[in-house]
């Protein structure tokens, strides 16, 4: 059995604390949380052992790993504690609001040999998956241009917003919360750009923080990239993220339920004729133990199992891959203060 | 009265579809009102489908309404609540946190003055926390029958997940007591529900799962469903038979109609030629 522990009993911390404990190889040993409402629920109706201190939970209940989804600006030193004390890491996106930090506990993780992963889920959905099997393999022919957007109900009113999110100094804001899953998994089909070229930040409701982001980037070989994401759009019931990829014999629309590829005229790839072709996260999701929410739930934490007990090598967005997207969004940051 | 055979679902009315976004967005601007879905109930109505198994949205206050104040017209029109709409309390505690949900929707301040007045009141009964929350839930479905209450998967399975089992044998307790009603739960992993519902000492539990011929969202896969379900040890209804679409509708039917110990089967279309062909297909797949 692997022993987790968890920081963080907030909506992604109980949701990852519901899927955890379901696996059957893990037993939850102890839940790290500041709100007695929480914590005091937790043990007397669950049974599960809570902390205040996480060093104190280390100590006492000797977690193998731990689940942290906590507000954005805690996430590097409490990684920075786990790592030291010897205990894998599974951290919520995203993963440092300074990328200096995220490379320093790149290299702990490194040194010490310990599993990381940071919560970048959408790199677990079949459809984005096959996406990026198909850009790889050439379907589309050359690259020229992706484009990644994403749109919700996040923030709908004005000054409603009372927890961290709505914090630009605890890392609240579009840019963290939205659009780093967008840039996240145009690394992820594509390739991590290598500049930003232009970005925008605006506030639509919020006072201290940004409801949308626009920006653009600029790949090797003049290939170009733009990014949108809004988190103050009520025509989304839920959050839903879709990237474009166009290529010089066709482009592919992607987003979690449907994949659809255009090929031009006489160009035919694998079993894909020319013209649309759709392809439905029915055929295309891998089965999972248990399901929540979403099987890319399930699937990430079951992959940092897997990490753990050694079945898997490589971990899909580790440290090193969400480093690589902090500085990105860092560069949005910047630019987009104007 | 025990639970029907043949159920209507209501995802097509508010723009989900778990294949297409487009399809859903379709389906969103055809159902803006009230009227255009009542319409299409009158169609499954009067193709003798009684059951309509729905979301607690707020707008299904409004198809309540109507069903009451028309015995005439709906004698045996039911109701299959199916609570909570999950995605209001999930967008609202990414804005204002869970504790201020809770506050926001809690019926009549109630709970907000058990939250900031006694803290203890909260942790030490979180049943009654969740009875609140029901009643909540049900208010729009005044007046109306609802033998059978469902509790939708997302918090099905976030219970199972946790192994906070006495939630679910709290919330089949609670459903028959103060609303004559047998509790239902909706599922993503009906074996391991099944197996825990009764051994908490829940003996034939009403549950719902996606029970499909291609094994969409069927956590434990196809093979394992159908061994669980012929057990016959639980009120089994099929939900997503299609999978969104997947599978053609007489091919769909006819697998999951051929599975020994289904129950029910619950589904969702919007034309009339949809409904009657649906219900004719189960009809004769099942000799009813």
């Known amino acids: ?338 | 009265m025990g639970l029907q055979r043949i159920l209507f679902g209501d995802n097509q009315f508010f723009g989900v579809n778990h294949m297409s976004e487009d399809k859903a967005r379709a389906q969103s601007m055809r159902f803006r009102d009230t009227e255009s879905i009542m319409k299409v109930l009158d169609n499954a109505y009067d193709a003798g489908i009684k059951v309509f198994m729905c979301t607690t949205y707020d707008r299904v206050g409004d198809i309540a309404d109507i069903v009451k104040s028309n015995p005439d017209r709906y004698p045996d029109f039911e109701f299959y609540p199916c609570m909570p709409y999950a995605h209001k309390y999930a967008n609202s505690v990414g804005e204002v946190g869970i504790l201020e949900t809770l506050k926001r929707f809690s019926p009549s301040g109630v709970l907000g003055t058990m939250l900031t007045g006694a803290m203890s009141v909260v942790t030490q009964d979180v049943n009654k926390m969740l009875r609140l929350l029901v009643d909540a839930e049900m208010k729009r479905f005044e007046g109306v029958k609802t033998p059978v209450i469902f509790l939708q998967n997302v918090i099905t399975d976030f219970i199972l997940g946790l192994k906070g089992y006495q939630f679910l044998v709290e919330f089949h307790r609670y459903v028959q007591e103060k609303y004559n009603a047998e509790a239902g739960f909706i599922t993503m992993n009906l074996p391991l529900l099944i197996k825990v519902l009764t051994e908490n000492g829940i003996e034939n539990p009403i549950v719902c799962a996606n029970i499909n011929k291609i094994g969409f969202r069927m956590c434990g896969g196809v093979e394992a469903y159908k061994e669980v379900i012929a057990k016959n040890n639980a009120r089994v209804v099929a939900m997503s038979v299609l999978a969104s679409g997947a599978i053609p509708p007489r091919e769909a039917l006819e697998w999951v109609c051929g599975l020994e110990g289904l129950d029910s089967i619950v589904f969702g279309a919007s034309s009339k030629g949809n409904i009657v062909q649906t219900k004719q297909l189960i009809d004769e797949f099942w000799g009813l």
């Open chain 1, 1 to 338: 059995m692997v022993k987790v522990a968890l920081i963080g009993a907030g909506k992604m911390g109980l949701s990852h604390f519901a899927i955890i404990s379901a696996h059957p190889e893990v037993e939850v040993v102890g839940v790290c949380d500041s709100a007695a409402f929480l914590t005091s629920a937790i043990t007397n109706q669950l049974g599960v052992k809570t902390f205040k201190d996480a060093k104190k939970m280390y100590k006492e209940s000797k977690p193998d790993a731990v689940i942290i989804s906590t507000p954005n600006s805690t996430h590097f030193e409490l990684a920075k504690e786990a790592l030291e004390a010897g205990v894998h890491v599974f951290l919520e996106k995203p993963l440092c609001l300074d990328p200096q930090q995220g490379k320093i506990l790149s290299e702990i993780a490194a040194r010490n040999n310990l599993v990381n992963q940071v919560g970048y889920h959408n790199r677990f959905i079949g459809t984005f998956q096959e996406t990026r099997r198909l850009v790889e393999a050439g379907c589309v022919g050359e690259v020229y241009h992706i484009e990644g957007k994403a749109y919700g109900q996040v923030v709908i009113r004005p000054k409603t917003g009372k927890t961290w999110r709505s914090k630009k100094s605890e890392g609240g804001g579009c840019l963290h919360d939205y659009a780093c899953h967008v840039v996240d998994l145009m690394n992820y089909i594509y390739k991590t750009p290598s500049k930003v070229r232009s970005a925008q930040l605006q506030s639509i409701f919020s006072a201290d923080i940004e409801d949308a982001v626009f920006a653009s980037f600029d790949y090797d070989a003049g290939v170009t990239g733009y990014l949108e994401a809004n988190w103050s759009d009520q025509s989304y019931r839920k959050m839903s993220t879709t990237i474009t990829v166009y290529g010089k014999k066709g482009k592919i629309v992607t987003d979690r339920q449907e994949l659809r590829v255009y090929l031009s005229p006489g160009n035919t790839f694998e079993e894909l004729q020319d013209g649309w072709t759709s392809k439905y996260i029915t055929e295309l999701q891998k089965p999972v133990n248990f399901y929540m929410r979403g099987e890319e739930y399930s699937a990430q934490l079951d992959q940092f199992i897997d990490g753990i007990s050694g079945r898997s090598v490589a971990v899909e967005t580790n440290f090193a891959t969400a480093t690589a997207t902090d500085h990105i969004i860092e560069s949005i940051a910047l630019l987009g203060k104007g």
